[in-house]
């Protein structure tokens, strides 16, 4: 993205001209943070046991977009993803494939790799992008050395115990949290019994701390009704919970620092990599940067981490002695028919490969946007997929730029003088900081909409031949319009904003349709 484009992003048309939207000023660093130049996310790193499915693509897309839009505004930064590569599922999936576990999860980090690319998230851009696996060796490191911290200073201990154990949720499981004896977000797996001595992290010590810390930061957890969720669940009343296994049993993790017969629970592994991924402990100028002058992480994840990454990580962190996360920010489940979860242990996942492949990366990175709930669960089908895309894409904001750009270059005797274009609508710098991005997407549909009507209602294609100047002045109206839209959709659609703006800048129709509409 061009130095003069990242300016335009905000840029107020002049106040003669007419204007559909609102435009009160905005601060360069919005009203969050305005102290903070950089700025830290991550997601989730999803576990390596099958290819990566639409609930991964989602939370990509919905990091990535926030990344862009934080970089337009100016921040540094450093966007977070990779892989979970430890644990019992891809232990027990490597045993089935007849590959060591290291084999079948460099084999499937390698598909998550190439799905990012797809998505987008691989191309050159002005902030620093990161992809993390919990079997580097920096990580590792990392992790032992937040253990021996943890444990130093009080909060582990071992002792024999037994639970049911949903290998699907790598999570413990009450009865209370069973239906029918089965895990009800995993009904095909049996749950297991685990009988051994292990140890434990002392989560229990972290009911009052981690409540005053909620009260102390009201927007911490995004939606709010997660928050009261997870607000709830910790005024209940913590239980400690394991953070190893017995190697003997299951070898593929993380040694427990002094215990060679224990490896590391999967969970207390890798939510260590948020802060191994910028430098900790041994570059604690890189981790004070990225987690302590930007007032902490902003993670997104699915609301069946809720638990793991609002209380259980903000509690180690207060065990090790580390600052909290600044905001987690949690997504609804993509769901298949009945909506059950998409989920690959279930194997009722779509895949967004086939997806992208047939309709192109911004396509896909639209649905998620738009037609996904930002915070509730949203059924999902292909048929819904090219429905959407047919109509706001094909039709809808492809048709405009075909009709506005046509218009343009067979009347217009130089392109449109870009250096005066309106700042975006602040509805869509409020979803931004929000992180709504459907009200974003929605915010840039309504532009495109009111283009398509301000087009039939001034049929400026008819007006040109009667009154040149008028129906000039309304061609140059629905350019700027256009070019408008293009600088929106730079953080949500980058390969299609880049496509707008060149048009528009050459004052040149599409020789093809931007969206190809399927029948």
């Known amino acids: 993205m061009s130095d003069s484009s990242s ?12 204007n559909p939207y609102p435009t009160d000023s905005f601060s360069s660093r919005g009203e969050r943070n305005k102290s903070a130049s950089c700025f830290y996310i991550t997601t989730t790193l999803p576990y390596v046991n099958a290819n990566p499915h639409m609930g991964h693509a989602l939370e990509f897309v919905r990091a990535d977009v926030i990344a862009r839009y934080k970089s337009l505004q100016g921040y540094e930064v450093f966007f977070n993803t990779g892989t979970d590569d430890h644990g019992i599922k891809i232990y027990n999936k490597a045993i089935e494939s007849g590959k060591t576990p290291q084999e079948y999860a460099d084999f499937y980090a390698e598909k998550v790799k190439e799905l990012l690319k797809l998505l987008g998230i691989d191309e050159n851009v002005n902030f620093t992008r990161n992809f993390i696996r919990t079997t580097d060796q920096s990580h590792i490191k990392s992790a032992q050395e937040f253990w021996k911290i943890c444990d130093k200073n009080g ?12 290998v699907g949720c790598e999570l413990e499981k009450s009865d209370s949290e069973l239906v029918d004896c089965k895990c009800p977000e995993h009904p ?30 009201s927007d911490f ?26 190697k003997s049993k299951m070898p593929w993790g993380i040694e427990v620092p002094g215990d060679e017969t224990q490896v590391m629970y999967v969970w207390f592994d890798a939510l260590v990599n948020y802060i191994s991924a ?16 930007t007032g902490g992480m902003v993670q997104y994840c699915g609301k069946d981490n809720l638990r793991q990454q609002s209380a259980m990580w903000q509690a180690m962190l207060m065990a090790a002695g580390l600052p909290n996360s600044k905001t987690i920010v949690v997504d609804g489940f993509i769901t298949g028919a009945g909506g059950i979860k998409m989920s690959k242990s279930l194997g ?20 998620v946007l738009r037609e996904v709930s930002p915070f509730e669960d949203t059924p999902f089908t292909k048929e ?14 492809g048709n405009l730029v075909s009709r506005v750009m046509t218009m343009a270059q067979n009347n217009l005797e130089a392109p449109f003088d870009i250096s005066n274009i309106q700042k975006v609508d602040p509805r869509t710098i409020n979803g931004f900081e929000n992180y709504n991005l459907q009200q974003v997407t929605d915010s840039i549909w309504d532009a495109i909409k009111f283009s398509d009507g301000y087009i039939q209602s001034e049929q400026p294609f008819k007006l040109i031949k009667t009154d040149k100047v008028e129906g000039l002045k309304k061609i140059n109206f629905l350019v700027g319009e256009l070019y408008r839209i293009s600088l929106m959709l730079e953080p949500i659609m980058p390969e299609t904003a880049e496509k707008i703006k060149k048009l528009v800048e050459e004052n040149k129709k599409p020789e093809t349709p931007l969206f190809v509409r399927k029948e």
């Open 7 to 18: 300016k335009n992003f905000y840029r107020r048309r002049s106040a003669s001209e007419k």
């Open 155 to 166: 909060f582990t201990y071992k002792k024999n115990y037994k639970i049911k154990y949903c």
């Open 188 to 217: 095909n797996m049996e749950i297991e019994l685990i009988d051994e001595e292990n140890y434990f992290f002392k989560f229990s010590a972290f009911q009052e701390k981690l409540l005053k810390f909620y009260d102390e930061n």
């Open 221 to 246: 957890v995004i939606p709010d009704f997660r928050f009261n969720e997870i607000k709830a669940f910790v005024k209940r009343g913590l239980q400690d919970f394991s953070i190893s296994r017995l």
């Open 278 to 293: 910028i430098g900790w402990p041994d570059d604690m100028e890189k981790f004070n940067k990225w987690q302590v002058e």
């Open 348 to 367: 009722n996942v779509v895949d967004p490969v086939e997806l992208i492949n047939e309709y192109g990366t911004d396509a896909m990175r639209y649905y």
């Open 384 to 397: 819904m997929f090219k429905d959407a895309y047919n109509a706001n894409l094909a039709n809808g904001l």
